[in-house]
């Protein structure tokens, strides 16, 4: 028995080892290959953060906006852990005029400043966007400042001396008991000399809050109109009634106001009741809350029919009245701007786009064009040297508030610079007479790329940067936009459609892009590397779609490299 379990344990033992042998030497003789895209992946992946690369070289920065980098999602983290700087895009304006001035003037920038805080504790500088640009402007704002004056009318018969002296002497005001309501007399917000302002902060019945005239002697055989210039700051509304008249009080008087604009109002008196010799006007105010401007020079009571398109009492300003009232908006702008960013906020493209995109490269204007509704031409009222004022108020309010003059870099932007050398000689020659004329110091110029490996070649941006550095001035690539186009055809091949091999392209562009601008630009002349797009869209970016590491991100970081 015992030899019998002696034997069944060595022939099992035996099997095992011979087991044992074939399973290693099979593992040895097996061999799989990684696939090619699998290498690539790994080798993608096994870099560092974008930023390690070029810190000692230049800043990287990228494009966001508030509303965007608030997600918190996957691309504010690939934001946070790659890049030293943030801007915020133009397109969709956060930093912009019309974002944040009102249509008083005032800056409301209140969703900046919680963005700027955020992300200064988390160690990014903010690139500021441009100071003055002729885009994304609260066009209705400058509009309405530039507006005519006005004129007190000939032969009126309403007596406005004590109302231009600020008082309400021999009128009757009327506001509602108990409630947040207020009247006076004061300057429109330096649009009107002087102006009657309603504030009206909730509804009421219309009658509880209106201004009533002095009693006003009249020739009840003739004809009268009332006449005057009022602005809201939202949709208003009115009425206006005459007593000793055969008016129709409730149901006449009513007249809708237009919010932003000045609007001439102006009202036929009705017939008067026999014997009549004094009569009063009234204005009730109580029907919308809002806030009511009444230009005081314009208040006319005359005889005759009134005129809508009655045009008598405006004045036009002419181009000195028109830019010293430019000029006080920009020089406003910027101080209420610095007031919120500075020191925080050290870099800024002063002017964007100053030059037109057709030879010979004048200041761009908007006379003889249909504008957008943003669309503001400050040149067009301050001239060539709206540059140098734009310089001057950003140092003045910078120091003003806390900052170090020297830390302070300002840069002309301008676009379309790569393969025109005309139009690159022009901003130069732009910039010098600023400088020369004016005493101020432009400290770079930024300028985009826009891409197409296929067409561009790398001899003209060597050639730009050149001529760039050739000024002394910082150079900054404001935004790289890459695309891709096949040999003979007309359009870009779209993102997703490119093969690896074409991306690798794209990538050994990059490469030679980020080593140009490293042997052209001296080290102190850098003022860094932005990329528009970040992640795939209409242009390649840096990540795809699928927040994985493009080639792209490969060529970056050999350019930055030297490999």
């Known amino acids: 028995m015992n030899n019998m379990r ?18 290693e030497h099979e593992v040895k ?5 990684k696939p090619e895209s699998l290498v690539e992946r790994e080798k993608l992946d096994s870099y560092e953060a974008l930023n390690t690369y070029s810190s000692n070289l230049f800043k990287v920065g990228a494009f966001t906006s508030i509303a965007d980098y608030a997600k918190m999602d996957m691309q504010s983290r690939i934001l946070d852990n790659n890049f030293d700087e943030l801007i915020l895009r133009d397109d969709v304006g956060d930093m912009s005029h019309s974002t944040l001035i009102d249509n008083t003037g005032v800056l409301n920038a209140d969703n900046l400043t919680g963005f700027l805080q955020t992300i200064t504790d ?45 008082s309400f002497s021999g009128w009757t005001l009327t506001t509602p008991t108990g409630k947040n309501a207020n009247i006076s007399v004061k300057s429109a917000a ?45 949709a208003g509304r009115i009425r206006i009634y005459f007593d000793k008249t055969t008016y129709n009080y409730p149901k006449e008087g009513l007249v809708e106001i237009t919010p932003d604009v000045w609007q001439y109002v102006t009202i036929q008196v ?13 204005i009730d105010f109580g029907y919308l809350k809002t806030t009511y401007n009444i230009d005081v020079t314009s208040f006319t009571l005359k005889e005759g029919i009134s005129d809508p398109n ?45 030059l ?72 130069i020659r732009f910039i010098n007479k600023n400088e020369t004329s004016k005493g101020v110091t432009v400290d770079g110029i930024s300028t985009d790329l826009r891409i197409v490996c296929g067409l561009t070649s790398i001899e003209s941006i060597r050639s730009l940067f050149s001529k760039l550095a050739g000024t002394g001035k910082q ?88 490999n």
């Not at 902060?201 to 009840?220: C, F, G, M, T």
């Open 6 to 23: 002696y034997s069944i344990l060595c022939t099992i033992a035996g099997a095992l080892l011979l087991l044992a042998s074939c399973s």
């Open 29 to 33: 003789d097996f061999q799989v290959e």
């Open 122 to 166: 988390k160690g990014f500088s903010l690139f500021g966007s441009p100071l003055c640009w002729n885009e994304k402007q609260n066009a209705l704002y400058l509009n309405a400042i530039l507006a005519p004056s006005t004129k007190e009318a000939e032969n009126n018969l309403l007596d406005i001396a004590e109302l231009k002296k600020g």
């Open 190 to 234: 330096g649009v009107r000399d002087e102006g009657i302002t309603v504030v009206s902060d909730v509804e009421y019945y219309a009658w509880e809050y209106n201004l009533a005239s002095p009693k006003i002697q009249i020739d009840p055989t003739k004809q009268y109109y009332l006449a005057f210039y009022v602005k809201t700051n939202a």
């Open 270 to 282: 009705p017939g008067f009741k026999t014997g009549t010799e004094y009569f009063q006007f009234f």
């Open 310 to 354: 009655d045009k008598s009492l405006l004045v036009e300003r002419n181009a000195e009245e028109q830019a010293v009232i430019i000029d006080e908006a920009l020089d406003s702008y910027i101080s209420q701007l610095m007031s919120v960013c500075a020191p925080t906020v050290q870099s800024w493209n002063a002017i964007s786009e100053p």
């Open 356 to 427: 037109d995109t057709n030879p010979p490269y004048d200041l761009r204007s908007g006379k003889d064009k249909n504008l957008a509704n943003d669309e503001f031409y400050w040149s067009d009222y301050l001239g060539e040297l709206y540059l140098s004022s734009t310089i001057s108020a950003a140092r003045k309010y910078y120091t003003e508030n806390g900052g170090t003059a020297s830390d302070l870099k300002l840069f002309v932007q301008e676009t379309g610079l790569l393969d025109n050398n005309e139009k690159c000689d022009a901003l």
């Open 475 to 562: 150079v900054r690539i404001a935004n790289i936009e890459m695309s891709y186009r096949v040999g003979g055809e007309s359009t870009n091949t779209p993102v997703g459609s490119l093969t690896s091999e074409q991306q690798l392209e794209l990538a050994d562009f990059m490469k030679d892009l980020v080593k140009a601008y490293l042997n052209e630009v001296p080290a102190v002349q850098r003022g860094g590397i932005t990329f528009g797009n970040v992640i795939d869209n209409t242009y390649s970016g840096l990540w795809s779609s699928t927040f994985n590491r493009n080639f792209l991100y490969q060529g970056f970081v050999e350019g930055v490299s030297g």
